[in-house]
């Protein structure tokens, strides 16, 4: 078929109003760029999940990074995103200001250098993300056993999916399906989402990021909830892949491997929703002398009391319900996390009104 | 030489810097003079600018910090259809700099300089604590032509926007040199007085001109947009982008219409001079790739906005570029 016709579809639906939920960032920047939502039947809703690292991590997760960046000697590196995003009373760029050591970097691997550089000098690492980030810090680990050095630390606020997922169904996210993450999943394999697809009989659609592969996604999304019965009945999947160019079934199996090697997965706090089991993964007992306390960072403090970010985040409002959208808050000055990063879905919202 | 405190002392290292690298670069009969001012001929409609220039790197493919020094400031007097005239520099250079390195800057100071048309008539030198960084500020002097008259505030709608070439060229070839990658992409740092002298010398109606650069195509038509309480309609797929620059962003999640150019300009001019235009504009030095990318309609409720039609239909409602996008590429 034709995009356009998938596209006329997509236009033309008039059956019960369904909800759609993506859960990564940069699908919640492409569908934004794309202009979709405009294009789609109104009785289709898009809305945007826990998809955005940053977003998530715990206003006592950043209290810590600044913490350690006061600490003599010491210098916390970390990518763009996470400068901004506020703690209980700073964010880092604020502390910066201050005089805290906050080195922002495009790669973890910069710091290797600056570790060589200045070996009595402690850099950490403020080591955010999911499934598809994790394998980059298996390298940097793998590169410091190698070359020997020790005065590299890595505090940690990874996370896995399928447990936030598992967790949205069981409190009262009404979600018809969800667009699978596809660069998390080019990591795990679309398998990931099958038990998830099975349990709660929601269909997962495993797609890309360019307005195509979007609109290919969507429609098969919309497609297998409307086949739901059929397909259970036959016994076939409600996972699909829509992105396979790079997503297998089994995913990448070495990055695995190395995940495996280094991590081991824990209680984690996302930011708004609390305490998920096992959805977050810290460095194995083995390693701990690389880990800067990542474990246990569970404060998690509103900056602005109105601030729903927590409703936003599970879908249950859109970005325009929350009263401080757009007025207080505001890409420059963030209430909520949401609002934070480029991949956070008030920030999308903001910038593609 | 390695640049050292004593060559901002005002004394005989001072003197000497001076002397072997920017008298000998910029040598023309105004500088010569060595006088506390320029003393420089000229009359009617002046048209002033300055700006700062702190990228690092100093040097990147395709251009260095001294070239980008004089394309910014002849560029912005350029913009109001002035024809640049005179430019002074300051040079802030922290100590441990190569003096190689800092010939290097001012030769292509110079040549950009003349390929502009333009007299670096004033200088000044400081050397201060630091590790071999080099920050230039120029001003600039133009003359405006009688009847000419560009304005952030002119455009109109029936207007359409024409852009001179591929987005994001300069913004991919600092922040690629800067994560150390190795690709084909080469800054666009350029003088645009032939595009710009094309169009008024060949009587275009041009109602308004503006460099792209900080805050890419995206920002500096949202803010024209306000100026002149319109509505922008932006094609995506006419967007005119560097096949290498188009996947830099994509690896990197990168938005070209907020990515900066040095070298690159949007004209709005009536649609039906918009042939003749594109024409002129494509004949003229470093405007081969020049398109049409959207139309202007009348404002809503006496505010402006941009918006882009996007590849399969839909509209994006764009605003500035929010925080920062990548700190010092220019």
Redesign the interface.
């Known amino acids: 078929m034709e995009l356009q016709t998938y596209i006329e579809y997509l236009k033309n639906y008039d059956g019960p109003e369904v909800t759609f939920m993506e859960v990564c960032g940069s699908h919640t920047a492409a569908i934004a760029k794309s202009g979709i939502a405009r294009v789609i039947s109104p009785k289709i809703h898009l809305v945007s999940g826990p998809g955005c690292p940053v977003c998530v991590s715990p206003s006592g997760y950043v209290d810590r990074l600044i913490a350690l960046a006061k600490e003599p000697e010491t210098t916390v590196c970390t990518f763009g995103d996470l400068l901004r995003i506020p703690g209980t009373e700073y964010s880092l760029n604020e502390a910066k200001g201050q005089g805290a050591s906050v080195e922002m970097v495009y790669s973890p691997m910069d710091v290797i250098a600056l570790a060589k550089e200045h070996p009595d000098h402690t850099y950490v690492f403020g080591a955010v993300g999911f499934e598809t980030t994790v394998p980059v810090y298996t390298v940097l680990l793998d590169e410091m056993l190698r070359e020997h050095i020790t005065n590299i630390r890595l505090l940690t606020a990874l996370k896995v999916m399928p447990p936030v997922i598992g967790w949205l169904c069981d409190n009262g996210a009404h979600i018809d399906g969800f667009i699978a993450p596809g660069h998390v999943s080019v990591i795990t394999g679309s398998k990931h989402f099958e038990a998830l697809s099975r349990q709660y009989g929601i269909p997962f659609a495993v797609t890309g990021f360019s307005p195509k592969e979007l609109v290919l996604g969507i429609y098969g999304l919309l497609r297998m909830w409307e086949q739901k019965e059929e397909l259970r009945q036959q016994g076939d999947s409600l996972t699909k892949n829509f992105y396979p160019s790079v997503v297998t079934t089994e995913g990448n199996t070495i990055a695995q491997a190395k995940v495996e090697q280094y991590f081991e997965p824990g209680p984690a706090v996302w930011r708004g929703m609390g305490e998920i089991a096992d959805s977050g993964l810290y460095l194995r007992p083995e390693y701990a002398a690389y880990d800067a306390g990542s474990r246990g960072l569970d404060e998690d403090h509103k900056i602005n009391k109105a601030c729903r970010c927590d409703q936003v985040l599970m879908g249950k409002i859109s970005s325009y319900d929350c009263p401080l959208f757009g007025k207080v808050c505001t890409p420059l000055s963030p209430q909520g996390a949401c609002m934070v990063s480029s991949e956070g879905s008030c920030y999308q919202r903001y910038l593609n009104r | 030489m390695i640049i050292t405190m004593a060559h901002g002392s005002g004394g005989a290292a001072t003197s000497e810097l001076i002397d072997e690298i920017f008298a000998k670069a910029f040598d023309n009969d105004v500088l010569n003079e060595m006088e506390d001012s320029a003393v420089v001929p000229g009359s009617g409609r002046i048209a002033v600018t300055t700006d700062s220039f702190v990228v690092t790197p100093l040097e990147y493919p395709g251009g260095n910090i001294g070239r980008l020094a004089v394309c910014g400031t002849v560029n912005d007097l350029l913009m109001r259809g002035a024809t640049p005239k005179y430019l002074t520099c300051g040079y802030i250079i922290q100590e441990g700099t190569d003096s190689e390195l800092l010939k290097r800057v001012a030769t292509a100071m110079a040549e950009t300089a003349a390929e502009a048309g333009v007299k670096i008539v004033a200088g000044d030198t400081k050397v201060i604590e630091g590790n071999g960084g080099i920050m230039i500020n120029t001003a600039g002097v133009g003359f405006v032509p009688d009847g000419v008259d560009i304005s952030a505030t002119k455009i109109a709608p029936g207007d359409v926007i024409l852009v001179s070439g591929n987005l994001g060229d300069h913004h991919a070839t600092i922040l690629g040199s ?2 150390n990658i190795t690709n084909s992409i080469e800054s666009d740092n350029a003088p645009l007085n032939e595009m710009v002298m094309a169009l008024l010398d060949n009587g275009i109606d041009v109602h308004c001109l503006r460099d792209v650069t900080r805050g890419g195509l995206a920002t500096v038509l949202k803010e024209l947009s306000d100026s002149s309480k319109v509505t922008i309609t932006l094609e995506e797929e006419s967007l005119p982008l560097n096949p290498a620059v188009r996947d830099f962003c994509g690896l990197l ?1 990168l ?1 070209p219409l907020y990515m900066g150019n040095e070298g690159k300009m949007i004209a709005a001019v009536p649609k039906d001079q918009a042939e003749a235009a594109l024409a002129l504009i494509r004949k003229a030095k470093y405007g081969e790739a020049a398109v049409l990318v959207g139309e202007v309609t009348e404002g809503v409720d006496g505010h402006g906005d941009l918006l ?12 500035v570029l ?3 996008g990548l700190p010092r590429i220019c």
Do not use: C
Request: charged letters at 30%; zero cysteines; hydrophobic letters at 30%.
């Open positions: 800067r994560m999640g938005d882009v039609r996007t590849a399969i239909g839909g509209i994006r409602q764009l605003d929010q925080g920062e």
